[in-house]
């Protein structure tokens, strides 16, 4: 059973910058995927970046340039860096889990997510 849990989200002006953070538990090692996901006010939930066991990445198109995904296995934690942040950024960002089909490729849907920070850019 995996178990995630975000933090780091707040309140920010438009151009700056927050670091999301996903801390992981469990058993992880079913896990080889891991990923971010945002859901605006009134939208359905869309995949922001994910990160695979070799360390591939991929970014919604929305992000490319401004947010970075990372993890770091020793401390079975995921980050996402966001910078110049707009408020379409706006909602809540939820971390998810699950298993890789082939590198770079993350199965769908994710099998584990945690509750959800919120981010509000005005």
């Known amino acids: 059973h995996v178990q995630l849990v975000e933090s780091g989200g707040g309140s920010v002006q438009a151009g700056g910058s927050l670091k999301l953070s996903c801390a992981a538990s469990g058993y992880i090692y079913s896990t080889n995927c891991m990923a971010w996901f945002h859901q605006a006010p009134g939208k359905e939930r869309e995949a922001v970046a994910d990160?695979?066991?070799?360390?591939?990445?991929t970014y919604a198109d929305s992000v490319k340039g401004r947010f970075t995904i990372s993890k770091d296995d020793a401390k079975n934690t995921l980050y996402l860096q966001m910078n110049s942040l707009k408020p379409e950024d706006t909602g809540i960002y939820y971390c998810a889990a699950g298993d890789q089909l082939r590198r770079g490729v993350c199965a769908r849907p994710f099998g584990y997510w945690g509750q959800g920070t919120q981010v509000t850019v005005s």
């Open positions: 990160i695979d066991s070799d360390g591939d990445t």
